[in-house]
């Protein structure tokens, strides 16, 4: 089955500068990735998803990289504020979708 | 629209007895659903794939006799732990496939287990 390595486990980076979360996957029919962000106790929230037929997706300060010949996706953050404090867990999906360990990012003022 | 519910939000029960948690889609159809478990400071870890109709799929190390799906309808699936354990005490998270997609889940807001 899948298998969804993720990381850093904790990331702490200084208010203004870039975040970077790196992922890999294991099973080459996996075609979709998306990328969650999650507060204590609450359902998982997508910050952005991308499909395998394609390369990059940005969305204002948040983007996504895929690299599906060495299966690996990573998040990219810019300009971190603050409230991008969470813990982000990537994942992969062709039917059922498998989730990485979680990254814990705090962003210092 | 794709909105997922969960029912209880929260739960306390005692060792031994069984509960049982409901997933509704309430304004779309699931065929599927996805049970996940999620302990503290942990990622969520897929449980079960629940078919309407027939037979949920368990993954690897999930006992299905202690867990038993049910997915009657095409809008409610429901988990039910039995004979509950502390080491059964969790956040379980239900999830759905939108309409006319097998790309993004819909999550429910989730049900927190807790056994006493």
């Known amino acids: 089955g899948e298998n969804v390595e993720q990381h850093p486990s904790t990331l702490s980076v200084q208010e203004g500068d870039s975040a970077v979360i790196k992922c890999t996957y294991s099973?080459?029919?996996?075609?979709?990735f998306p990328w969650y962000k999650q507060e204590l106790g609450k359902r998982p929230q997508l910050i952005i998803d991308?499909?395998?037929?394609?390369g990059e997706k940005k969305d204002q300060r948040i983007a996504v990289t895929l690299n599906k010949t060495a299966k690996h996706f990573s998040l990219h953050i810019t300009e971190t504020q603050p409230e991008d404090s969470a813990v982000y867990f990537c994942?992969?999906?062709?039917?059922?979708?498998?989730f990485g360990a979680g990254t814990r990012l705090t962003v210092k003022p | 629209g794709a909105v997922v519910s969960q029912h209880p939000s929260w739960v306390i029960c005692k060792s031994g007895t069984s509960v049982k948690i409901e997933c509704r889609s309430l304004?779309?159809?699931?065929?599927?659903m996805f049970w996940y478990r999620q302990f503290p400071k942990q990622s969520l870890m897929l449980m079960a794939t629940?078919?309407?109709?027939?037979?949920?799929?368990?993954e690897q190390g999930v006992e299905k006799d202690k867990f038993l799906i049910n997915h009657a309808s095409l809008t409610l699936s429901t988990l039910t732990v039995t004979s509950a354990h502390p080491e059964d005490s969790s956040f379980y998270i239900c999830?759905?496939?939108?309409?006319?997609?097998?790309?993004?889940?819909?999550f429910g807001p989730g049900t927190r287990l807790t056994v006493t």
């Open positions: 304004d779309f159809q699931a065929t599927t």
């Open positions: 999830s759905a496939p939108g309409a006319g997609t097998t790309y993004e889940q819909y």
């Open positions: 994942a992969a999906s062709m039917y059922d979708m498998r």
């Open positions: 629940s078919n309407e109709g027939s037979k949920a799929t368990y």
């Open positions: 991308i499909r395998s037929n394609v």
């Open positions: 099973d080459s029919a996996s075609n979709y």
